[in-house]
């Protein structure tokens, strides 16, 4: 009995990775082409997000230790967001003077990397007695200060060009 729930383990993440892939593949070719950066819209994302994990946090308050691992979350979340929006190339086009936007392989790989920490930590946390409500709190607020610092320093250095300042 033991052996057939390992097998089921095991397919359940070749499923996943090979849906992982095959999104990930068709969103990096869409990442990579540059496009306009809509700076007026940076704050959309973020606060839908928010907004969702404000439900989240209200529907189920986290306990103490989850508010300090949200907490956590969201400053490295941050740290994280800075980074990977810095990956993010940003010009003004010469021919439009529009600014616009290209993605960069690294902030792809930055995603891939925390979605496949996420996935094994939700799948494994019991069996390694990590308290699964506080892991999703957790990982909540580290996404939530991903999505908000990558758009605030997006959209900083938008302003320094658009001003005529190097980004």
Same mark, same amino acid.
């Given at each position: 009995?033991?052996?057939? +729930?390992? +097998?089921?383990?095991?397919?359940? /993440?070749?499923?996943?990775?090979?849906? !992982?892939?095959?999104?990930?593949?068709?969103?990096?070719?869409?990442?990579?082409?540059?496009?306009?950066?809509?700076?007026?819209? $940076?704050?959309?994302?973020?606060?839908? /997000?928010?907004?969702?994990?404000?439900?989240? !946090?209200?529907? !189920?308050?986290?306990?103490?230790?989850?508010?300090?691992? *949200?907490? $956590? =979350?969201?400053?490295?979340?941050?740290?994280?967001?800075?980074?990977?929006?810095?990956?993010?190339?940003?010009?003004?086009?010469?021919?439009?003077?529009?600014?616009?936007?290209? =993605?960069?392989?690294?902030?792809?790989?930055?995603?891939?990397? $925390?979605?496949?920490?996420?996935?094994?930590?939700? &799948?494994? =946390?019991?069996?390694?007695? !990590?308290?699964?409500?506080?892991?999703?709190? #957790?990982?909540?607020?580290? *996404?939530? #200060?991903?999505?908000?610092?990558?758009?605030?320093?997006? /959209?900083?250095?938008?302003?320094?060009?658009?001003? #005529? &300042?190097?980004?």
């Amino acid at each position: 009995m033991q052996m057939h +729930q390992v +097998q089921a383990s095991w397919q359940q /993440y070749a499923i996943m990775a090979v849906v !992982f892939v095959i999104v990930f593949a068709i969103r990096g070719r869409s990442l990579m082409r540059v496009r306009p950066l809509k700076i007026e819209q $940076l704050w959309i994302v973020p606060a839908v /997000y928010a907004l969702v994990v404000a439900y989240l !946090f209200v529907r !189920f308050p986290p306990s103490a230790l989850g508010w300090a691992v *949200s907490a $956590l =979350g969201l400053v490295v979340g941050g740290a994280i967001g800075w980074q990977r929006g810095k990956t993010m190339r940003i010009h003004l086009d010469p021919a439009t003077g529009l600014l616009m936007q290209k =993605g960069s392989i690294w902030a792809l790989a930055i995603i891939v990397v $925390l979605i496949a920490v996420k996935t094994v930590a939700q &799948a494994e =946390g019991s069996a390694l007695h !990590f308290d699964v409500s506080v892991l999703v709190d #957790g990982l909540a607020a580290l *996404s939530l #200060g991903i999505f908000a610092v990558q758009r605030l320093e997006m /959209y900083l250095r938008a302003k320094r060009l658009l001003e #005529g &300042a190097p980004a």
